[in-house]
């Protein structure tokens, strides 16, 4: 049998790999990832044993049509029949479904250092997702604009995120990761700077667009990153950390932002974090090695990335235009008929082309579709709170900045802490305990603060949005892992980027929501006591939902 010749990551010819077959066992195995050992044969095992002797990478893998790792070099399909066994051995790390990946306790390829720095892009990125939140009063005193206009500064940093992060694999098979973290952070740090020099909303939101475009990219990148140059079993560790971007940074960004808004004026943040950007991207210019990823290029489809745009967009700005023009308005219903037709119009093309944006057979999977569905009424639970409480109390019971900020600061410290925790805990004691608990923390938290708009207390806001934050930070990383780890092959790529982007998504929508929520009982375009309980009361309605699920479906 003629095999075509292997290349590796750099480009270079290797040995191709060494293929030696098996009878068929008669039971039939159940392990398909990188790493299992499928119904092993005396021939394949003492194969396996006599060539790791020599230092070489081997699996025990079937070719069931491409279920199970596939060859280096090679597409996945049936190679040697059905249900027959091989054992397979390369110098290279193993590749599932186009993504490198490396196999248990190998050595990393790049340092902690290096990580370190993009990590540290990541952060920043994640810093200023919901800063703006809490200076939305002095912006919207400062240019004339109304809640629901101001609102789109949050607003748009998300739609940014699910309209990119769907692209980020296209781009890695295109162009070299060094390069997209260093264009993407420069970047980052352009729209920071815009930001905080903007002396009009035109140019404010210009400058959120690009901080959006930005984090969109190096979000899902480093966890790419991660998946092709670190073993497997640190990818706990080390997602737990880069989950402080995710977790812990959006929490922590409103409570910085209100002491600098307090102390300095609200632009100050954005100038620190504007400089910290820069010099980080030189950093990765100097440090970051390249060929940290590969994968086989394929052409992408203008039409979905279109569709996409205009089908998502189209609905936030249905949400948008109901704050202030009310639900039933032209400006409202015209968008969210035309975003919804295009939503419908790109699922079903991605049925029917070769290189969709997005592989639809992943929902197949129960836990998968189960998985994002709760990752979407989590961050839709979650985002939307950290604009309503900042808002609510200062146009309501009239807190200081700092004092909306602070209530958000007990969130932060449980972020920092559970968020590497979960993922060390869900190792050890399994995904149920650790979700399951992160759950009934949410709902704990979340339904007494149905009462927001009432509320003068300080301290007690404080300790209900803790209780909510440790809650929230105990099921981020859990969910998402757990939602993608039963996929196989081809489909991890596509089910991690369909995650990321409707969890994105569904953040922006649910911000949307509860500002539109907030306005009811009082004037159009601002906020009341009445409205914030309503938004708090979504935010309630899906934490319960969230509840439900993950003790009916999440079983492993």
């Known amino acids: 049998m003629k095999r075509p010749p292997l290349v590796t990551p750099g480009g270079t010819m290797k040995r191709p790999p060494i293929v030696i077959p098996s009878g068929a066992p008669k039971a039939r195995s159940r392990g398909t990832s990188s790493g299992s050992r499928l119904g092993p044969t005396s021939a394949c095992m003492r194969s396996l044993d006599s060539l790791r002797s020599l230092g070489m990478t081997g699996t025990l893998a079937r070719d069931d049509e491409g279920v199970g790792p596939a060859i280096p070099g090679r597409p996945a399909r049936p190679i040697l029949g059905k249900r027959r066994f091989f054992c397979v051995f390369t110098h290279s790390p193993v590749i599932m479904g186009g993504m490198q990946t490396t196999g248990e306790n190998t050595k990393a390829r790049i340092g902690y250092g290096i990580l370190a720095i993009m990590v540290l892009g990541t952060i920043l990125g994640g810093l200023l997702q919901n800063a703006v939140s809490t200076v939305l009063p002095a912006i919207m005193a400062e240019t004339g604009v109304t809640v629901g206009v101001a609102q789109w500064l949050v607003t748009m940093f998300q739609l940014c995120l699910g309209i990119v992060i769907p692209l980020v694999a296209f781009l890695v098979r295109r162009f070299d990761v060094k390069s997209l973290f260093v264009v993407s952070t420069a970047l980052f740090a352009a729209g920071t700077f815009l930001v905080a020099a903007g002396d009009s909303f035109t140019l404010l939101f ?42 812990f940074a959006p929490n922590i960004g409103p409570t910085i932002a209100g002491i600098c ?21 030189v950093l990765m210019a100097v440090f970051l090695p390249r060929g940290l990823a590969n994968g086989e290029a394929r052409k992408l489809d203008w039409p979905s990335v279109v569709l996409s745009t205009l ?129 009934v ?36 990383q859990p969910i998402s892992t757990w939602s993608v780890r039963s996929l196989h092959g081809r489909l991890i790529p596509d089910g991690t980027s369909i995650s990321n982007t409707l969890r994105q998504v569904a953040a922006a929508l649910g911000t949307s929501v509860m500002v539109l929520l907030m306005s009811i009982g009082g004037a159009a375009g601002s906020v009341s006591a009445f409205g914030v309980d309503v938004a708090i009361a979504f935010s309630a309605v899906c934490s319960v939902a969230l509840l439900v699920l993950s003790f009916a479906f999440v079983r492993k």
Request: net charge neutral.
């Open 206 to 247: 210009v400058g959120r667009f690009l901080q959006g475009i930005a984090a969109g990219v190096s979000f899902p990148l480093i966890q790419v990153v991660v998946f092709q140059n670190y073993p497997r079993n640190r990818w706990g560790t080390i997602m737990g950390i880069i989950g402080l971007a995710f977790g």
């Open 261 to 281: 808004a307090d102390i300095w004026g609200w632009r100050s943040m954005f100038w620190a974090v504007a400089v910290l950007s820069a010099v980080t991207a």
């Open 311 to 439: 089908g998502f967009g189209g609905v936030l700005l249905s949400f948008t235009n109901a704050t202030d023009a009310g639900p039933l308005s032209a400006a409202c219903l015209i968008p969210l008929a035309v975003g919804t037709l295009c939503m419908v119009v790109f699922l079903a093309r991605q049925r029917r082309i070769d290189n969709p944006l997005w592989d639809l057979d992943a929902f197949r999977d129960r836990d998968f579709t189960v998985g994002t569905i709760m990752v979407c009424l989590l961050f839709s639970a979650f985002i939307g709170v950290t604009l309503v409480i900042p808002m609510g109390m200062q146009a309501v019971q009239g807190f200081s900045t700092l004092e909306a900020g602070m209530a958000l600061l007990p969130g932060t410290i449980a972020a920092l802490i559970m968020n590497p925790l979960s993922g060390i805990l869900m190792d050890r004691i399994g995904v149920r305990p650790v979700i399951c608990f992160g759950s």
């Open 441 to 476: 923390l949410l709902v704990a938290g979340t339904i007494p603060m149905m009462q927001l708009g009432e509320m003068t207390d300080l301290w007690l806001i404080m300790a209900l949005q803790g209780v909510r934050t440790f809650g929230i930070s105990s099921l981020i």
